[in-house]
């Protein structure tokens, strides 16, 4: 059992990392060996993300103090909160391939997630949706195909109406 400082401390933790966080998943860890669940904290750790650990009423607490409408209680299970100073959608990501990468046998899963700039609360379905999407450089490279699509048919009708005129 943890004395009154180490709950305070832990508290103060929680605060500072919240304070930095722009997204937050929440993952149930339960039955999850030690060694895939550091995988899970070096993947997060390479975006600038920290998982953590925290009793649900002390995140509570966290949470009431940073004003972020999200109530940890209403999870089933040992909750850990990744703080993520980026957008939802890349630690979302990191989160969902790590799930897939699992074995079948394995209870890890999302929970949900928040974004601190809109304050909006992300169900479990919801994060696997955004945990889907393509990485941001991707869409790009996508979005610059499309475009370049039209312009390459063009340039080629062109070509092959002067070789006709030849």
């Not at 600038?48 to 966290?62: H, P, S, W």
Request: glycine share 6%.
């Amino acid at each position: 059992m943890k004395s009154k400082l180490q709950k305070k401390q832990e508290i103060e933790q929680g605060n500072a990392l919240a304070t930095d966080a722009q997204s937050l998943v929440f993952v149930d860890f339960s039955k999850t060996p030690v060694k895939q669940v550091t995988q899970l904290k070096n993947s997060a750790r390479a975006l600038g993300a920290t998982y953590r650990v925290i009793k649900k009423r002390l995140l509570k607490r966290v949470f009431t103090e940073k004003d972020i409408t999200v109530d940890p209680e209403q999870f089933n299970g040992q909750v850990a909160t990744i703080f993520s100073p980026g957008d939802i959608s890349e630690i979302g990501g990191v989160v969902y391939r790590f799930i897939k990468g699992l074995d079948k046998d394995t209870s890890f899963q999302m929970l949900g997630g928040y974004a601190a700039e809109t304050k909006k609360f992300f169900s479990q379905e919801d994060m696997t949706r955004i945990g889907q999407l393509p990485s941001r450089e991707v869409l790009l490279a996508q979005l610059m195909g499309m475009l370049q699509a039209p312009m390459r048919q063009l340039a080629y009708t062109l070509d092959q109406v002067a070789r006709k005129k030849k």
